[in-house]
């Protein structure tokens, strides 16, 4: 059974950092792409991260490019997410992904976690 737990979400003032984690399992970690997504209330899902097994492909959303810093431990099955700047439009839930190519990791990923709040403040 694949799980993708997340972690490290919390509220933050804006300017401030968070760095959240996401540790799978039942699953052949360094062969899938990994990726985050986030959702804003009344807004859709929208990727944010994304990288390959060996992190030499990644992407990254406009609105988070300079600021947020996706990275993979292939030792340790888990992904970060180091958001720095941040600001209070960076407000949602932030979902941890994986799939098995690069468009699906950043459309419909395989595997979805069941999400963390990262709530900035003004």
């Known amino acids: 059974q694949v799980q993708l737990v997340e972690s490290g979400g919390g509220l933050v003032q804006a300017g401030g950092s968070l760095r959240l984690s996401c540790a799978a399992s039942g699953l052949p970690f360094s062969s899938y792409y990994m990726g985050w997504f986030r959702q804003a209330p009344g807004k859709v899902r929208e990727s944010v991260a994304a990288?390959?097994?060996?992190?030499?492909?990644?992407y990254y959303a406009d609105s988070v490019k300079g600021r947020f810093t996706i990275s993979r431990d292939n030792a340790k099955n888990t992904v970060y997410l180091q958001m720095n700047s941040l600001k209070p439009e960076d407000t949602a839930v932030y979902y941890c992904?994986?799939?098995?190519?690069?468009?699906?990791?950043?459309?419909?990923?395989?595997?979805w976690g069941q999400g963390t709040q990262v709530t900035v403040s003004s």
């Open positions: 990288i390959n097994w060996g992190g030499g492909w990644t």
């Open positions: 992904a994986a799939d098995l190519n690069y468009v699906g990791v950043k459309s419909r990923p395989d595997y």
